[in-house]
């Protein structure tokens, strides 16, 4: 009786476990996000590189959705400097399955080309999140 009752114990604090760490891991996602893309808009400011800058989001058909921070004119001239693979526990649902988008920011006054939204889920299904950029430069996200 002693031994089933530590099984059932067990077995709650292991689920309890997995869920909080996918959980902080979706979080840590969504913080990393939020930081690159303010990290991408003041490197826009500042005109280094003498280039726009931006970040491209990639929803893969397959294997691990991800982003990339470029400059240049555009996406397809860019210089891409850094590629980043959400991890394997986080997704992107805006941009749908095998869409890209991008977020582009100006040279001249760091502030984005166009708002955007960015929309992330947990693949466990426990949670989800947004990243809002507006015109005026403002990065905000959500997480429920």
């Known amino acids: 009786m002693v031994i089933g009752i530590i099984g059932v ?3 709650v604090t292991g689920s ?3 869920g909080v760490r996918n959980r902080v891991a979706f979080e840590n996602q969504v913080n990393k996000i939020t930081a690159d893309l303010r990290w991408t808009m003041s490197r826009s400011l500042a005109q280094e590189s003498d280039d726009q800058w931006g970040i491209r989001f990639s929803n893969a058909t397959s294997g691990a959705d ?3 921070i470029w400059h240049g004119a555009n996406y397809e001239s ?3 400097v850094d590629y980043t693979n959400l991890h394997g526990s986080v997704a992107f649902s805006d941009p749908a399955s095998g869409a890209t988008k991008d977020i582009i920011f100006l040279k001249s006054t760091g502030l984005p080309l166009a708002s955007s939204t ?3 889920y947990s693949l466990s299904g426990n949670s989800t999140g947004t990243v809002e950029v507006n015109t005026q430069g403002r990065i905000d996200f ?3």
């Open 142 to 144: 959500t997480l429920n």
């Open 66 to 68: 991800f982003y990339e």
């Open 9 to 11: 114990l067990a077995g």
């Open 118 to 120: 960015l929309e992330l």
């Open 78 to 80: 860019a210089i891409v």
């Open 16 to 18: 309890n476990y997995l």
